[in-house]
């Protein structure tokens, strides 16, 4: 079990900036896939971008070229960089960890971008 912790939301205007942060509990060296989902309200929860123990990062169409997801593994701690923010970014941002199959999620921060 990997208990994650997020922090970094808040309101922004239209083409600021925001850099999320989640904190887990124990070590991610060995955690294969950790990344970050989001749900705006009406709608399902979706990918925004995630990062394998390899290296390997993917982003959703969306976001790609505005975000940066990154680990530091040393702190123990998954980031998302948000830049050019958009009001369709508006959502609650959910942190997560696949770790051998099992998969925990933090419980969410808000970020709201205003026009």
């Known amino acids: 079990q990997v208990h994650l912790v997020e922090s970094g939301g808040g309101l922004v205007q239209a083409g600021g900036s925001l850099r999320l942060s989640c904190a887990a509990s124990r070590s991610i060296l060995s955690i294969n896939v950790m990344g970050w989902h989001r749900q705006a309200r009406g709608k399902e929860r979706e990918l925004v971008a995630y990062?394998?123990?390899?290296?390997?990062?993917n982003y959703a169409d969306s976001v790609r070229g505005r975000f940066t997801i990154s680990r530091d593994n040393a702190e123990n701690t998954l980031y998302l960089q948000m830049n050019s923010l958009k009001p369709e970014d508006t959502a609650v941002y959910y942190c997560?960890?696949?770790?051998?199959?099992?998969?925990?999620w933090g419980q969410g921060t808000q970020v709201t971008v205003s026009s």
């Open positions: 990062t394998t123990s390899g290296g390997r990062i």
């Open positions: 997560y960890s696949n770790w051998g199959g099992v998969k925990n």
